[in-house]
């Protein structure tokens, strides 16, 4: 079946530093692409859509500035999370759906587990 | 796109079956139900998925009834690897379109 892998799957950075994490479907290709951040104990939330070759659309409350997505190829979104603080610190995950299928699901990554120290 | 409501949480016993129930009173035409499993520290995992009536997979069953109002996922002889938070969602398949997670319910098995 598709598979949506994410790198790193874990990652911990110094307060104020940027970190790049890689979201890449491995078996199709996806013109959107989904970033959801997911707290302990708590429920997914959409952060925003990666749209290919576009610019992202970004749900109320995030930062665009901070949380820079880019998606350059139909295959690759990454997120940048810029001067990353403590309280971004979190598990982020990527979804996407394969563009060749008609009422397709949603196929989500492994996840990408950041702290902030 | 539509919101759920799902119980927080359920216990069950190994071997026994679990139905799991989701409200969904605004769903649209469009709208497909799925269901996902999530275990800690991963991605959610696709369990099922249906439009109406009733569809089975090698894993579970989806029930709808015919206003779609709610739906339910059985999952058939519980075992302990079942244990994780089952999320019930609601939205059209369309390329563009991201899902909308409510809650969830944490499923508990015991052996």
């Known amino acids: 079946g598709a598979v949506v892998s994410q790198h790193p799957s874990r990652v911990i950075c110094k307060s104020g530093t940027s970190v790049k994490i890689e979201c890449r479907s491995l078996?199709?290709?996806?013109?959107?692409m989904f970033w959801y951040r997911q707290f302990p104990k708590k429920s997914l939330m959409l952060m925003a859509t990666?749209?290919?070759?576009?610019?992202?659309?970004?749900e109320q409350g995030v930062e665009k500035d901070k949380f820079l997505i880019n998606h350059a190829s139909l295959t690759l979104s990454t997120l940048t999370v810029t001067s990353a603080h403590p309280e971004d610190s979190s598990f982020y995950i990527c979804?996407?759906?394969?563009?060749?299928?008609?009422?397709?699901?949603?196929?989500f990554g492994e996840g990408s587990r950041l702290t902030v120290l | 796109l539509a919101k759920t409501t799902q119980p927080i949480s359920m216990d069950s016993y190994e071997g026994q079956e679990v139905n799991i129930t989701c409200s969904h009173n605004?769903?649209?035409?469009?709208?497909?139900i799925t269901w996902y499993q999530q275990f800690p520290s991963q991605g959610p995992r696709f369990i099922i998925q249906?439009?109406?009536t009733k569809v089975t997979n090698e894993v579970a069953s989806l029930f709808i009834p015919a206003d779609r109002k709610s739906s339910t996922l059985s999952l058939p002889r519980v075992s302990l690897s079942d244990t994780a938070v089952y999320y019930c969602?609601?939205?059209?398949?369309?390329?563009?379109?991201?899902?909308?997670f409510g809650k969830g319910t944490t499923l508990s098995v015991s052996s």
């Open positions: 078996d199709f290709q996806a013109t959107t």
């Open positions: 249906g439009y109406k």
């Open positions: 990666s749209n290919e070759g576009s610019k992202a659309t970004y």
């Open positions: 969602l609601v939205g059209p398949n369309q390329a563009g379109t991201a899902l909308i």
């Open positions: 979804s996407a759906r394969d563009i060749r299928v008609v009422d397709g699901e949603l196929f």
């Open positions: 605004n769903i649209a035409t469009n709208d497909y």
